[in-house]
């Protein structure tokens, strides 16, 4: 793995664990009687409509299932780079469109009043494209950096 690659997943890493564990701390303080207010810092990240969130510690968490995946997807994507790092960035891509397409689907139909998500479909679609998003941006980093180094090689 390249240097630039290790540098984007290391901070692509920090973004979703900083995430998940302030939310996850905001909902352990809310359990325990802190304020509703605190999932306010959220906003800027999610939704948090209540009955689109999971619950943890009985108390909804400030980000929705969505999300969650999301981030927890992304996870996911970094774990599976690091493993199998031999993954093409043009395969990448295609399959990042392509796990977009449910949590569209998901998203819009219900954005139109078709039906109504549930929360275990919303973690599903979140997770799904997240990891692909994961695996795109990891595997075009390290494509990037490959073909810069050759490029330099030329000159």
Same mark, same amino acid.
């Not at 039906?115 to 595997?139: K, Q």
């Given at each position: 793995?390249?240097?630039?690659?290790?540098?984007?997943?290391?901070?692509?890493?920090?973004?979703?664990? $900083?995430?998940?564990?302030?939310?996850?701390?905001?909902?352990?303080?809310?359990?325990?009687?802190?304020?509703?207010?605190?999932?306010?810092?959220?906003?800027?990240?999610?939704?948090?409509?209540?009955?689109?969130?999971?619950?943890?510690?009985?108390?909804?968490?400030?980000?929705?299932?969505?999300?969650?995946?999301?981030?927890?997807?992304?996870?996911?994507?970094?774990?599976?780079?690091?493993?199998?790092? $031999?993954?093409? @960035?043009?395969?990448? &891509?295609?399959?990042?469109?392509?796990?977009?397409?449910?949590?569209?689907?998901?998203?819009?139909?219900?954005?139109?009043? $078709?039906? @109504?998500?549930?929360?275990?479909?919303?973690?599903?679609?979140?997770?799904?494209?997240?990891?692909?998003?994961? $695996?795109?941006?990891?595997?075009?980093? @390290? &494509?990037?950096?490959?073909?810069?180094?050759?490029?330099?090689?030329?000159?």
């Amino acid at each position: 793995m390249k240097r630039d690659t290790k540098i984007v997943l290391a901070f692509i890493a920090a973004l979703p664990l $900083l995430f998940l564990s302030a939310a996850t701390l905001c909902t352990w303080a809310i359990s325990l009687g802190a304020s509703m207010q605190w999932r306010l810092l959220f906003r800027l990240m999610c939704h948090g409509i209540p009955q689109r969130c999971l619950e943890l510690f009985g108390t909804p968490m400030p980000l929705c299932a969505r999300c969650v995946g999301i981030y927890g997807g992304m996870l996911a994507g970094i774990v599976a780079f690091w493993a199998i790092p $031999l993954l093409r @960035e043009r395969v990448m &891509r295609w399959f990042a469109l392509a796990a977009l397409t449910p949590l569209a689907i998901d998203g819009l139909t219900q954005l139109a009043g $078709l039906r @109504e998500s549930t929360n275990p479909l919303r973690l599903l679609t979140g997770t799904i494209a997240g990891l692909a998003f994961g $695996l795109w941006i990891l595997s075009a980093v @390290e &494509r990037r950096d490959a073909r810069s180094s050759h490029v330099l090689d030329l000159t």
